[in-house]
């Protein structure tokens, strides 16, 4: 069982040169993967300085060495991308700050892999998108991420967490689950079942323009949720891209689709009144506006053509996980009460039907602008 992050801390602070003397370092944030502490410092008579430091989830986590192989290689590239283009570098963009062996990460006396990079300040991390211009703010982020990083090689970034949006082994899974029933569980959510099942041959659709040329392998950040975007305090625009574990080779129009998923809705991920739970089509409007307009031209147009469905199976994807999670006892996705991983299935199919329902309307959405 690992330690607990605080019984090393002072060992790690040690590690790192601050440039200043260390005063306090405390938890922060709201992630539930890794531990994240806030280092303040104090330099002489200027103002305090802060660091995030983190502890990288073993358990989320086997490669430490290749996770910040991936993030070193693409936070370096993306701060020469942004100088080129005239931004701030310091904002824009994380940095991985070496601790004093030279090493890409520090590891503890516990085995603990530790990183460090400056605290981004003058930002805000929102939880959720209150208003649409601050949902377009994060679409516009997130397709910059994916214009800059045109050109970065995805076939060299390492598969942090191997099938992570493999929408075909994820199915694969689910029938497993289906075939072994060992909890006795299917015979209550047959009707959630016969909706994966109905549509699997939508679980090749994305997968297959890839194998057959008709989209390319990009550089995806796989977790595009509000809160992994800093917004400037002044402006409100998306400053900076953060949480960058689950980077890696993937699919742009699944980072789009994920980001639909999780933010053009408005109910709870586990309500159980499905007449709350809906597709916003203004929201998605908003974002799809704001998405290509941050790539910059950067997309094919295939892949513009396929924005929706990588919101659709983004939705399918992710409430098969939940139905799987729950026909094997749900031991992945945290539960507070009994049948919470269906309810959250549920939510997810509610959605996939309602993009079904409105998919003319979505595809015009996206043919407005694909050529803005």
């Given at each position: 069982?690992?330690?607990a992050?605080?019984?090393?801390?002072?060992?790690?602070?040690?590690?790192?040169?601050?440039?200043?003397?260390?005063?306090?370092?405390?938890?922060?944030?709201?992630?539930?993967?890794?531990?994240?502490?806030c280092?303040?410092?104090?330099?002489?008579?200027?103002?305090?300085?802060?660091?995030?430091l983190?502890?990288?989830?073993a358990?989320?986590?086997?490669?430490?060495?290749q996770?910040?192989?991936?993030?070193?290689g693409?936070?370096?590239?993306?701060?020469?991308?942004?100088?080129?283009?005239?931004?701030?570098?310091?904002?824009?963009?994380?940095?991985?700050?070496r601790?004093?062996?030279?090493?890409?990460?520090?590891?503890d006396?516990?085995?603990?892999?530790?990183?460090?990079y400056?605290?981004?300040?003058r930002?805000?991390?929102?939880?959720?998108?209150?208003?649409?211009?601050?949902?377009?703010?994060?679409?516009?982020?997130?397709?910059?991420?994916?214009q800059?990083?045109?050109d970065?090689?995805?076939d060299?970034?390492?598969?942090?967490?191997?099938?992570?949006?493999?929408?075909?082994?994820?199915?694969?899974?689910?029938?497993?689950a289906?075939?072994?029933?060992?909890?006795?569980?299917?015979?209550?959510c047959?009707?959630?079942?016969?909706?994966?099942?109905?549509?699997?041959?939508?679980?090749?659709?994305?997968?297959?323009?890839?194998?057959e040329?008709?989209?390319?392998?990009r550089?995806t950040?796989?977790?595009?949720?509000?809160?992994?975007?800093?917004?400037?305090?002044?402006?409100?625009?998306?400053?900076?891209?953060?949480?960058?574990?689950?980077?890696?080779?993937?699919?742009?129009?699944?980072?789009?689709?994920?980001?639909?998923?999780?933010?053009?809705?408005?109910?709870?991920?586990?309500?159980?009144?499905?007449?709350?739970?809906?597709?916003?089509?203004?929201l998605?409007?908003?974002?799809?506006?704001?998405?290509l307009?941050?790539?910059g031209?950067?997309?094919?147009?295939?892949?513009?053509?396929?924005l929706?469905?990588?919101?659709?199976?983004?939705t399918?994807?992710?409430?098969?996980?939940?139905?799987?999670?729950?026909?094997?006892?749900?031991?992945?996705?945290?539960?507070?009460?009994?049948?919470?991983?269906?309810?959250?299935?549920?939510?997810?199919?509610?959605?996939?039907?309602?993009?079904?329902?409105?998919?003319?309307?979505?595809?015009?959405?996206?043919?407005?602008?694909?050529?803005?």
């Amino acid at each position: 069982m690992a330690v607990a992050a605080e019984q090393t801390l002072n060992e790690v602070l040690s590690a790192f040169d601050f440039g200043a003397p260390v005063v306090g370092a405390i938890r922060y944030g709201e992630g539930h993967i890794n531990d994240t502490f806030c280092v303040h410092t104090q330099p002489g008579e200027a103002p305090c300085r802060r660091f995030i430091l983190q502890r990288m989830s073993a358990a989320a986590f086997k490669r430490p060495d290749q996770l910040m192989e991936n993030i070193i290689g693409v936070t370096d590239y993306l701060g020469r991308e942004i100088e080129k283009k005239g931004g701030d570098r310091a904002r824009e963009a994380l940095e991985v700050l070496r601790p004093k062996n030279g090493e890409p990460y520090y590891t503890d006396s516990q085995g603990g892999a530790w990183r460090l990079y400056p605290f981004v300040e003058r930002t805000i991390c929102y939880q959720s998108a209150q208003t649409p211009e601050l949902f377009a703010a994060s679409g516009r982020a997130f397709g910059r991420f994916q214009q800059l990083l045109r050109d970065y090689p995805a076939d060299t970034l390492h598969e942090t967490i191997p099938h992570f949006h493999d929408t075909e082994d994820r199915l694969a899974k689910f029938k497993a689950a289906v075939a072994a029933d060992k909890l006795g569980r299917a015979a209550e959510c047959r009707k959630e079942i016969e909706f994966v099942l109905a549509r699997e041959a939508d679980c090749s659709v994305a997968l297959s323009a890839m194998r057959e040329g008709r989209i390319p392998l990009r550089v995806t950040h796989n977790d595009t949720k509000l809160n992994n975007v800093l917004m400037d305090e002044k402006t409100g625009e998306g400053l900076c891209i953060i949480d960058l574990d689950t980077v890696m080779p993937g699919l742009a129009i699944n980072d789009f689709g994920d980001s639909i998923r999780f933010g053009a809705n408005h109910s709870a991920e586990d309500e159980r009144d499905l007449s709350k739970v809906a597709l916003d089509v203004g929201l998605f409007e908003a974002y799809t506006a704001a998405f290509l307009e941050g790539a910059g031209g950067s997309l094919t147009d295939e892949e513009i053509g396929l924005l929706p469905w990588g919101a659709k199976l983004m939705t399918l994807e992710c409430g098969m996980r939940f139905l799987t999670d729950y026909l094997v006892g749900d031991e992945y996705f945290h539960i507070s009460r009994e049948g919470q991983n269906l309810d959250r299935a549920r939510t997810q199919f509610k959605l996939v039907g309602d993009m079904e329902a409105r998919w003319d309307e979505l595809e015009a959405i996206v043919g407005r602008y694909r050529t803005k």
